[in-house]
């Protein structure tokens, strides 16, 4: 089977149980790898309405067919669980170098199910596969750390995903990590793997994975990056990576500033990418990636990769913070400790406007550097007023009576472009199928940063929002990286290997469509509708005070239209349930039983 290793782990850690099956050739035909493949095991797995931190809940790593040969970016790994943070699917996507390792070791998916009876750590050397006692050696170690003795014990070579401290206390939005700075940042995947006591999954592998006509494979993959990524769309990561994006943002009044009070903020200029390439030490790359995107900086006492623009805007502009080494402690917090560095920026942003309205007495303001560097530490160990900001967003500002302030969809903090700037992000917000999130639809790109869009306006964002998710669907089945200007003639070359025949756009853009729908349906059987399908009030209704964007909202009755559309481009009803003609269509039918 080139490209597949054919093989998926499943790890019972209720049994502390290592099994190995084929994949399934039929599922991997309908939803080829990475997203679509990951959806399509949840959807068996996930024991319908389970709670996310039960032993339920299963945890799977899937990779792309691609990972592992010299396609571009194709080193990522997709993370998948049902999200403790939102209750709705959870897919997360984490570069560096795991997932190669994964397939090089024979493996194309980790189904990890139960819990285990006490904290463990997961070895896998090719297909030696052991249960290490992790409490006393392994549990409570930041992520850094346990990294450095994992790969003391296991050889250099070993590549590590682990949860923090944040996860093993079971932190809502704890992320995952490998490579140190690398992270499957979003929707708590750290916290699952945290209740099932599985401290980490290390893997080396020695075998390899085959590409079928390796001639022809490698020569196109050659022509493409010549042609393709290593050109002017693309500079811009190596030359500067996502801190651009922070004067670009603010410049269209769409930079989160205090608590999503304005989009404009006075302090962008230092938190920028010039402030940041005056203290840049040198780029790395992801495995399989000649963009090397990743910013490394040198900070008074500390070396880091990044932080990145999400960073930089939520743990920043966000917090009132304009100081460029203190939103990097900031970030080397949350990174050793296992949090999601945008979702606890967003979480303190608004514990620094619940202080200020008098919601609130953590001590917390806008711009005060010294208690907002010990916020990351109290939310990981639930301790102080950590013990309440560890809500995350939507139940922090519900429990303090003020849900206005909160700026979230399904539970999921919003990224940091505001929608008053951007309109279109709105509707992509809402219509996520994981809460709150730029990288499904990414309308800015055609409003704010290029494209002849309007940013003030949701006509013509329908049909853009569907295309953009259909699109991003298929892409991380790849699982292509967003950062690098992809289409479908551009993964049709990878796709035409991986079939060995000619594909088409329309072909592709179904594909995406199938794995949309897919995540729909799942949403749908765990409780989600037509209502979780929202934007914040004060997105709707609330203008900025200054910046470009001023006096604009989207306004209710704009958002409401645009959504009927949306649902009508996807072939779903006026509740958002898919059609019994779109499912067939999908080959989705058998699955929609029940709706
Ligand atoms: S563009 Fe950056 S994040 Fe994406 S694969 Fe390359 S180095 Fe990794």
């Avoid at 140190?180 to 979003?186: I, S, V």
């Amino acid at each position: 089977m080139d490209f597949y290793t054919g093989n998926v782990l499943r790890l019972d850690l209720s049994a502390l149980r290592a099994s190995v099956e084929p994949l399934n050739a039929e599922w991997a035909r309908l939803f080829v790898g990475g997203k679509g493949l990951l959806l399509r095991y949840l959807f068996e797995e996930l024991v319908p309405g389970a709670d996310a931190l039960a032993p339920e809940n299963p945890l799977i790593l899937a990779t792309g067919p691609f990972a592992g040969t010299l396609a571009a970016t194709c080193s990522r790994l997709a993370v998948g669980c049902k999200s403790p943070a939102t209750g709705a699917l959870l897919d997360s996507y984490v570069g560096g170098s795991f997932a190669p390792e994964l397939k090089f070791a024979g493996y194309d998916l980790v189904v990890i199910t139960g819990r285990a009876p006490e904290p463990v750590l997961v070895r896998i050397t090719d297909d030696q596969v052991e249960f290490v006692p992790a409490a006393g050696r392994y549990w409570g170690l930041e992520t850094a750390p346990l990294e450095e003795l994992i790969r003391k014990e296991m050889g250099p070579g070993a590549k590590v995903l682990s949860t923090g401290p944040a996860g093993e206390n079971l932190v809502p939005f704890a992320c995952l990590s490998t490579d140190q700075f690398h992270k499957a940042g979003r929707g708590g995947a750290g916290a699952v793997m945290g209740s099932k006591n599985l401290k980490a999954v290390a893997v080396r592998g020695t075998g390899a994975v085959t590409v079928g006509d390796a001639a022809a494979f490698t020569r196109d993959i050659l022509t493409l990056q010549n042609e393709r990524v290593l050109t002017a769309d693309n500079a811009w990561t190596y030359e500067e990576g996502t801190p651009f994006l922070v004067e670009a943002v603010n410049g269209a009044g769409a930079l989160p500033t205090r608590n999503w009070r304005t989009g404009a903020f006075d302090g962008a200029g230092t938190i920028g990418s010039a402030a940041l390439l005056r203290i840049r030490t040198k780029i790395r790359a992801c495995t399989q990636c000649p963009l090397a995107c990743r910013q490394v900086h040198a900070f008074e006492g500390y070396v880091c990769e990044g932080p990145e623009f999400e960073t930089l805007g939520l743990c920043g502009s966000n917090c009132g913070i304009s100081d460029l080494a203190a939103i990097a402690a900031f970030n080397r917090e949350c990174d050793e400790l296992g949090l999601d560095t945008m979702s606890t920026g967003a979480v303190v942003a608004l514990a620094m406007d619940l202080c200020e309205q008098g919601a609130a007495a953590y001590g917390l303001r806008f711009g005060d550097i010294d208690a907002y560097l010990e916020a990351p530490r109290l939310i990981a160990t639930r301790q102080g007023l950590g013990a309440e900001l560890a809500l995350g967003a939507r139940d922090l500002a519900a429990l303090k009576g003020r849900p206005d302030l909160a700026s979230e969809v399904k539970g999921l903090e919003m990224p940091a472009y505001d929608p008053r700037g951007t309109f279109g992000m709105g509707l992509g917000y809402a219509t996520s199928d994981r809460g709150a999130c730029h990288m499904r639809a990414f309308t800015a790109g055609d409003d704010i940063l290029g494209g002849d869009g309007a940013a003030d306006s949701l006509a013509g964002k329908a049909r853009l929002v569907v295309d953009q998710q259909d699109f991003s669907a298929v892409a991380w089945t790849g699982v292509w990286c967003a950062n690098m200007a992809l289409d479908t003639d551009f993964l049709g070359v990878h796709f035409g290997h991986l079939w060995g025949r000619e594909t088409s756009h329309e072909e592709l853009m179904t594909i995406g469509a199938r794995i949309w729908n897919l995540g729909r349906l799942l949403n749908l059987r765990e409780g989600l509708g037509r209502d979780d399908d929202r934007l914040p009030e004060r997105i709707l209704n609330v203008p900025h005070p200054d910046g470009v964007a001023a006096g604009k909202v989207v306004g209710a009755a704009a958002f409401r239209e645009s959504l009927d559309e949306y649902y009508r481009l996807r072939g779903w009803d006026d509740e958002g349930v898919p059609s019994r003609d779109t499912l067939s269509r999908l080959s989705l039918a058998e699955l929609g039983h029940g709706l």
